[in-house]
């Protein structure tokens, strides 16, 4: 009886689902208050608002407001990583 050996090649390719890292230069936060919106500056481009913040003294990150639909700046950062001098 010859039993022919089977060849079990699992060929599994796993499709590496890479998340796409992009740097999210802008975050969307839902719920701006409309307060907040009239009082800030609004960019009407993301490289505006990008570049505004990258040209400020604090760290400032826009994000599309949901009231207006243009950009704004928030000095809200989740996480400090700044360190105090
Ligand atoms: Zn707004």
Redesign the pocket.
């Known amino acids: 009886m010859a039993q022919s050996p089977m060849l079990v090649q699992e060929s599994e390719r796993r499709t590496a689902s890479r998340r796409a890292e992009m740097p999210k230069a802008v975050a969307k936060m839902p719920r701006?208050r409309l307060s907040?919106?009239?009082r800030?500056r609004?960019f009407a481009s993301q490289s505006d608002a990008i570049a505004t913040a990258l040209a400020a003294d604090i760290e400032l990150r826009p994000y599309v407001?949901?009231?207006?639909?243009?950009y704004?700046l928030t000095s809200r950062l989740k996480g400090k990583r700044r360190l105090a001098p």
């Open positions: 701006t907040i919106c009239v800030k609004r407001c949901d009231r207006c639909g243009q704004h």
